[in-house]
């Protein structure tokens, strides 16, 4: 299985947490549904843009059919392939059948590109 998680940064902590002390509700409960809403279907969206499509015709290609679940946690999240999509890890890490190709790395990548949005979409969701 491929996996990743995303995680508030230590660089991005001060920031956020300035923006708890000014929120008057419950910021958590903000974050985590900004998470689940809005942060984790972007990565998702981001890491399948990254995902190769085979040559082979015999299968489903993930790129094309939501290959990526999430479960959310406190303040962060997991994205990680559907079983029927297990396979990913391969290309991803370069392992098995795969090994002799660089390891493609679409899941680190994919949050990569998101990661500075969702801190942004955080922080956006704890204004006033």
Known sequence: MSSIDFRINQSDL????????????????AINKYLKETGAPRVNKSISNLIPVSSSNKKKHAKENNPLTN??????????????????????????????????????????????????????????
């Open 71 to 128: 479960k959310i946690f406190n303040l962060g999240f997991a994205v990680k392939s559907k079983p029927a999509f297990n396979y990913l890890y391969f290309p991803d890490q370069g392992e098995g059948t795969s090994s002799s190709n660089d390891p493609l790395n679409f899941m680190e990548n994919g949050l990569n590109a998101e990661y500075d949005s969702i801190i942004d979409g955080i922080l956006k969701s704890l204004e006033l």
């Open 14 to 29: 001060d920031s956020v947490l300035d923006a708890v002390q000014l929120f008057p509700d419950n910021s958590e409960d």
